[in-house]
């Protein structure tokens, strides 16, 4: 199941009928929120229906479409509304076309350095961790000034798919030391592409050009054991 904020990122709001329910949750054909994962946060989200509305607190993708979970124990039928916060949208965005700005730097000019773990933050900071033994801190510390020439550039951001077994053949599309993109039931992955700078597998929602992100700077260079580096990178003030 493709995710409609992948697909059409500009659907914050849609009425939907509800396919199946048990209190506190409706199974939808499909969604706008975008469910967590990869670092990024969930959406904040609201769903309403004839007689009320809730926060919606989970959404998980099943093979006949998406479960939307409700703070309270309510029992919905007919038809409902799902919409998302557009500013935490937004932010979240932001901050991952960011991280991938920021991971495509350190994989250029750190010997193709892998990504060992990275979380988006709703306080408008991120980190990323790499398996960088060694790393000169101080390099690591000036990569804001990198970060914002690439916001400069203002690079169109895009994305496609491909088979997921001819992406993990190509070094660099699959970034993780640990982990891989899902493989979706189509058998392809998602890639997410800033033109002329990177190119790498992500389910995630991005700006439309780096140029949309606003200036950062190197908040904080963490050793996290004998190996791993971590860069926590916040908006300039």
């Not at 960088?132 to 951001?157: E, F, M, S």
């Not at 070094?171 to 700078?197: C, H, M, T, W």
């Not at 597998?201 to 606003?214: E, I, M, N, P, Y």
Request: aromatic share 6%.
């Amino acid at each position: 199941m493709h995710l409609l904020c992948q697909d059409h990122p500009e659907v914050l709001s849609l009425d939907l009928n509800v396919l199946d329910a048990r209190p506190g949750a409706v199974l939808l054909a499909q969604s706008p929120v975008f469910p967590g994962g990869g670092g990024q946060l969930p959406d904040r989200a609201v769903l309403a229906w004839s007689d009320g509305q809730a926060p919606v607190t989970a959404v998980r993708i099943a093979e006949n479409g998406a479960w939307h979970e409700i703070e309270g124990d309510a029992e919905i039928h007919g038809t409902v509304r799902v919409t998302v916060d557009p500013v935490f949208r937004s932010l979240m965005s932001e901050l991952h076309t960011l991280a991938h700005v920021a991971n495509s730097l350190v994989y250029r000019d750190f010997g193709g350095a892998l990504l060992t773990g990275a979380q988006l933050s709703a306080d408008g900071t991120f980190r990323v961790d790499f398996d960088l033994p060694g790393a000169d801190a101080d390099r690591l510390r000036c990569l804001d000034a990198a970060i914002n020439d690439v916001i400069r550039q203002d690079l169109p951001v895009g994305a496609f798919r491909m088979s997921w077994d001819e992406a993990a053949a190509v070094p660099g599309l699959f970034r993780s030391k640990a982990v891989s993109p899902p493989r979706g039931s189509d058998g392809q992955v998602r890639i997410v592409e800033i033109r002329d700078l990177d190119r790498q597998g992500c389910g995630g929602t991005h700006l439309v050009s780096t140029g949309a992100a606003r200036p950062v700077t190197i908040l904080k260079v963490d050793n996290k054991g004998r190996q791993n580096r971590r860069i926590k990178v916040g908006f300039a003030t």
